[in-house]
Each structure stands twice: as structure tokens, then as C-alpha cells.
T-cell receptor, first 115, second 114 residues
Framework: AQKITQTQPGMFVQEKEAVTLDCTYDTSDQSYGLFWYKQPSSGEMIFLIYQGSYDEQNATEGRYSLNFQKARKSANLVISASQLGDSAMYFC????????????FGSGTRLSIRP | NAGVTQTPKFQVLKTGQSMTLQCAQD?????MSWYRQDPGMGLRLIHY???????DQGEVPNGYNVSRSTTEDFPLRLLSAAPSQTSVYFC?????????????FGDGTRLSIL
């Protein structure tokens, strides 16, 4: 069975600092994908970054990077040079490609950026 | 360029009433899903569909019914509403089942059961 765990309910970070949001996952399958989404207070879900289990390099998208450690089953999101607009809920999600490919989410981390 | 459209945006029901939350996408996506998000919590998968005529249960399917008669539409039915079903409901779609593409989300339906 798939499982996603985000152990940080909330985080406070000073503006312009880097921040790491933790995500661990559990699956016995070898082929899977990991996603990160941002949900601002307005409620919409915004896709940030994707990492496939067979991707050799860590994914990067602008200020977002994914620190993928396959052996430890972790897929942490790193935001460089945080901005006030980064204050939001962040969700990690995964899909397993060898089964029915449903996508499940973690419980989220609320990130607050201090000016 | 509509994407994923959910209706209604808000709804108040009385306990025991039934209703259907509508979800439509115009991107010819195979995969569609429904989630609920309770206050301060993550998204929990209710039901999903990998194509027209095919649906399956997610993490919290009890009390909900779905069907997928067309590629575009994936309605979610509450059979007999209960206060525990008060939540924000999101519909999402993505291109194919085994895809590295992310899901596109609707704007959500905020549902209150009195």
C-alpha cells in the first residue's frame, strides 16, 4: 500500500532564507512518481515539481528543487531564497505506476515566511 | 481554456439529503479523481477513474458514489448527507493513467451539512 508522511505541521522561516519541507513515502513498488503542490490561502492547488523514481537527477524548477533520496524513501522540497508569497500549505503526493495509479497526498506543511 | 470545472462552488445541505457534485474537464484526460479536504488537513482520495466506464475506490469512499459515462464528466454523489461530510471537495484530472504529468485541479466545492 502507498503511504505519504509529512511530519512538519507548520514552519516559520525568515524571508530570503532557504527552507526544506520533509516528505517520506512508503511503497514496495519500484516505479512511482512524487509530486509537490502549493495551496495558498485562496485555496487553489498549484503544481510545483515532479520526481520519477527512475530519474537519475534531482528535479529542479526555478527556486524549487527536490532532494530525492531513494534508499531513505524521502522526497524533500527545497525552496531557495524564500519570499513572502511562499507562505502557503505544501503537499507531497505520490502515484505508483504498477498498480491502479491512484494519487494520494500527505497531510501537508503550513509554511509561514516572516518579513 | 476551461480546464477542470466544478459546480456548485458552495452548497448547504440538511442531514439526509442527497446531491451531486459536478466535475467536467475539456482536456480529454483519461484520469479523473475526487478528493475531500477537511480544515487544516491534507487531501484524501474518495474515488478515481482511469477512463470512461471504469471507477475505483480511494481512501475514504463510504457515503459517496461515482460514475464515468463520458471522458469529460465525473460526478460525485452523496447518497444521504451527514455532518461528517462537511468539507471542501476537489476534482482533478490528468492526461493518462501512467503519466508523469501532474493533476489539474478544479477550484473546489465547499459543502456544509447541517
Amino acid at each position: 500500500a502507498q503511504k505519504i508522511t509529512q511530519t512538519q505541521p507548520g514552519m516559520f522561516v525568515q524571508e530570503k532564507e532557504a527552507v526544506t519541507l520533509d516528505c517520506t513515502y512508503d511503497t514496495s513498488d519500484q516505479s512511482y512518481g512524487l509530486f509537490w503542490y502549493k495551496q495558498p490561502s485562496s485555496g487553489e492547488m498549484i503544481f510545483l515539481i515532479y520526481q520519477g523514481s527512475y530519474d537519475e537527477q534531482n528535479a529542479t524548477e526555478g527556486r524549487y528543487s527536490l532532494n530525492f533520496q531513494k534508499a531513505r524513501k524521502s522526497a524533500n522540497l527545497v525552496i531557495s531564497a524564500s519570499q513572502l508569497g511562499d507562505s502557503a500549505m505544501y503537499f507531497c503526493a505520490m502515484t505508483v505506476y504498477s498498480s491502479a495509479s491512484k494519487i494520494i497526498f500527505g497531510s501537508g506543511t503550513r509554511l509561514s515566511i516572516r518579513p | 481554456n476551461a480546464g477542470v470545472t466544478q459546480t456548485p462552488k458552495f452548497q448547504v445541505l440538511k442531514t439526509g439529503q442527497s446531491m451531486t457534485l459536478q466535475c467536467a474537464q475539456d482536456m480529454n484526460h483519461e484520469y479523473m479523481s475526487w478528493y475531500r479536504q477537511d480544515p487544516g488537513m491534507g487531501l484524501r482520495l474518495i474515488h478515481y477513474s482511469v477512463g470512461a466506464g471504469i471507477t475505483d475506490q480511494g481512501e475514504v469512499p463510504n457515503g459517496y458514489n461515482v460514475s464515468r459515462s463520458t471522458t469529460e464528466d465525473f460526478p460525485l454523489r452523496l447518497l444521504s448527507a451527514a455532518p461528517s461530510q462537511t468539507s471542501v471537495y476537489f476534482c482533478a484530472s490528468r492526461t493518462t493513467v501512467n503519466s508523469n504529468q501532474p493533476q489539474h485541479f478544479g477550484d473546489g466545492t465547499r459543502l456544509s451539512i447541517l
